[in-house]
């Protein structure tokens, strides 16, 4: 069983930072792209940052500049650092790792609260 299990959410003001953490545990061989989304009511689930396990990235449009995705591949953790949050990054994100054991199958935290709002 391969759990990810994410951290760091919460209320910021406008202009503010946070940082999540997404650290999976469990039995499995590697891991190959980790990757945040976001979901905000009466949206449907996008993708916020992507990071392969060679630590190339890619992001949307919407966060270029203002976030950063990381990883650890020796705590098997993926990072997002947010910088200057916008109202509009309200949302639900969760965490995706691309796990593999035998064959590769994907995985998804249980998602993390964030609010921007002053």
């Known amino acids: 069983q391969v759990q990810l299990v994410e951290s760091g959410g919460g209320l910021v003001q406008p202009g503010g930072s946070l940082v999540l953490s997404c650290a999976a545990s469990?039995?499995?061989?590697?891991?190959?792209?980790m990757g945040w989304y976001r979901q905000a009511p009466g949206n449907q689930r996008e993708l916020v940052a992507g990071?392969?396990?060679?630590?190339?990235?890619n992001y949307a449009d919407s966060v270029k500049g203002r976030f950063t995705i990381s990883r650890d591949n020796a705590k098997n953790t993926v990072y997002l650092q947010m910088n200057s949050l916008k109202p509009e990054d309200t949302a639900v994100y969760y965490c995706?790792?691309?796990?593999?054991?035998?064959?590769?199958?994907?995985?998804w935290g249980q998602g993390t609260q964030v609010t921007v709002s002053s």
């Open positions: 990071v392969t396990s060679g630590s190339n990235t």
């Open positions: 469990g039995r499995f061989r590697t891991i190959n792209a």
């Open positions: 995706k790792a691309m796990v593999v054991r035998v064959y590769e199958h994907e995985y």
